[in-house]
């Protein structure tokens, strides 16, 4: 099977974690940001996360990639119950967590920025949307005081540092990301059981963090 996707894209991670945590073997492929042809020859439109399965047709959604590759043994390990508080958590952060990490996932070295064109292609489509990036590169300090408070109240929720809520769920599908996401952001300062999950779900899945490009 092949797993198309963007390196900074956390729907991408997401269908990339469920064959880390399963250790079956996945090739991903990183897509230009600005190659729209690809895509949509696959599915129709311009996005990812797709995967190509074994009789070479094509599947979008990360949900629904994670649900079919768990399952494809008939022995899924999303089994766990979910946290309607982990939930609230994750919807509170995101709605101001985009200003953090867009403006610095423009400018890192990743594979689908490879060109200058796939770079603008992203700054442009993004600042249309939220705004000029200097700006919000600006009010960081602001920003990152506010997901360090965030995360001391996400600390509290974390049962066991291989599954947020005791056993492997969709939670973990939706948290470790975010995690991941704000690993590229310098000041970020997870509690203890925070980091201890981060790090564990990132040997888990075989993901890498963003430390080393951090700014």
């Given at each position: 099977?092949?797993?198309?996707?963007y390196?900074?894209?956390?729907y991408?991670v997401?269908?990339?974690?469920?064959?880390?945590?399963?250790?079956?073997p996945?090739e991903?492929?990183a897509?230009?940001?600005?190659?729209?042809k690809?895509?949509?020859?696959?599915v129709?439109?311009?996005?990812v996360?797709i995967?190509q399965?074994?009789?070479?047709?094509f599947?979008?959604?990360?949900?629904?990639i994670?649900?079919?590759?768990?399952?494809l043994?008939r022995k899924p390990?999303?089994?766990?119950?979910l946290?309607?508080a982990v939930?609230?958590?994750?919807?509170?952060v995101s709605?101001?967590?985009?200003?953090?990490l867009i403006?610095?996932?423009?400018?890192a070295?990743?594979?689908?920025?490879a060109?200058?064109?796939a770079r603008?292609?992203?700054?442009?489509?993004?600042?249309?949307?939220?705004?000029?990036f200097?700006e919000?590169?600006?009010?960081?300090?602001?920003?990152?005081?506010k997901?360090n408070q965030?995360l001391r109240?996400l600390?509290?929720?974390i049962k066991?540092?291989?599954?947020?809520?005791?056993?492997?769920?969709e939670d973990d599908?939706?948290?470790f990301?975010v995690?991941?996401?704000?690993?590229?952001?310098k000041?970020?300062?997870?509690?203890?059981?925070?980091q201890?999950y981060?790090?564990?779900?990132?040997?888990q899945?075989?993901?890498?963090?963003?430390?080393?490009?951090?700014?």
């Amino acid at each position: 099977m092949k797993l198309y996707v963007y390196e900074h894209c956390p729907y991408c991670v997401k269908a990339r974690m469920i064959f880390g945590l399963k250790n079956l073997p996945v090739e991903v492929k990183a897509l230009l940001n600005d190659d729209e042809k690809t895509p949509t020859s696959m599915v129709g439109q311009k996005m990812v996360p797709i995967l190509q399965k074994q009789d070479g047709s094509f599947m979008p959604e990360s949900l629904d990639i994670v649900k079919y590759v768990d399952n494809l043994d008939r022995k899924p390990l999303l089994t766990g119950p979910l946290s309607a508080a982990v939930e609230t958590w994750l919807r509170h952060v995101s709605e101001y967590t985009q200003k953090l990490l867009i403006p610095r996932f423009a400018s890192a070295p990743f594979e689908e920025f490879a060109t200058p064109q796939a770079r603008q292609y992203f700054s442009d489509k993004k600042q249309a949307k939220m705004g000029d990036f200097k700006e919000h590169l600006q009010h960081s300090t602001g920003l990152v005081k506010k997901i360090n408070q965030d995360l001391r109240e996400l600390d509290k929720l974390i049962k066991e540092p291989n599954a947020v809520n005791g056993e492997l769920s969709e939670d973990d599908i939706h948290l470790f990301p975010v995690l991941r996401s704000l690993s590229i952001v310098k000041g970020v300062e997870l509690p203890t059981r925070v980091q201890a999950y981060r790090d564990n779900m990132a040997k888990q899945t075989q993901i890498n963090l963003l430390t080393s490009i951090a700014s």
